[in-house]
């Protein structure tokens, strides 16, 4: 479990066993050294924990961290992206040891991204994922399925300005997107998609 102190801004995490509700590693403090650490988002492939997060060090970017023992240590975070603008809603995936992270630019182009490194320390220059440049919503979520396929959600302005829900979709590891609308554009106001896979289905709530 993992969540921003927002009277400290500090990444705190405990572990806790899905079994019986025990606490199992007690609640503490991660990367003490950023001023502040927001948005933290996690995931987890076979025994590994990966740990995303919003950080302010001599600037703001995203960044992310691994947990190899159950979450008793974490690496060194590793800077995802490296630019001047701020980065929001950052969601991360893993599969077969490619990690991709996913975020938000909502100051300046509103556009939603993509960036993957398959070495766990470079990272791809980021992709644009949404189908119409400066027409997204503000938030999303980003799920992979058993083939490897990437499947983000997000909210589609480029018709609707309340926002239509999109699925954006790829089977060549993030190069290039087709899209899906799973609702009528008649309902208004399709925000906050949140994304789920069980066996091969994929669940959609907004």
């Not at 975070?77 to 630019?105: C, F, K, M, W």
């Not at 992709?127 to 959600?153: E, P, Y």
Request: include cysteine; glycine fraction near 8%.
């Amino acid at each position: 479990v993992f969540w921003e102190d927002a009277s400290t801004s500090k990444l705190n995490y405990a572990v806790v066993s899905g079994e019986t509700g025990d606490i199992i590693q007690q609640p503490a403090t991660l990367f003490t050294s950023f001023t502040s650490i927001e948005q933290p988002h996690c995931t987890v492939e076979g025994t590994n924990t990966y740990i995303l997060f919003r950080g302010y060090d001599t600037k703001i970017d995203i960044h992310y961290a691994i947990s190899q023992d159950g979450g008793e240590t974490f690496s060194a975070p590793v800077r995802v992206t490296n630019d001047t603008i701020q980065e929001d809603a950052g969601t991360i995936s893993v599969h077969n040891g490619t990690v991709y992270v996913a975020y938000l630019d909502m100051d300046s182009t509103l556009n939603l991204y993509l960036t993957k490194s398959t070495n766990g320390t470079s990272f791809t220059e980021p992709v644009r994922v949404n189908k119409t440049s400066g027409k997204t919503g503000d938030r999303m979520d980003m799920k992979i399925a058993a083939d490897g396929s990437l499947l983000i959600g997000y909210s589609d302005k480029t018709t609707d300005d309340g926002g239509d829900l999109a699925l954006a979709r790829s089977i060549d590891g993030g190069s290039t997107f087709s899209y899906i609308y799973p609702s009528s554009s008649t309902y208004m106001y399709q925000r906050y998609p949140v994304l789920g896979i069980i066996a091969n289905s994929l669940y959609v709530a907004w």
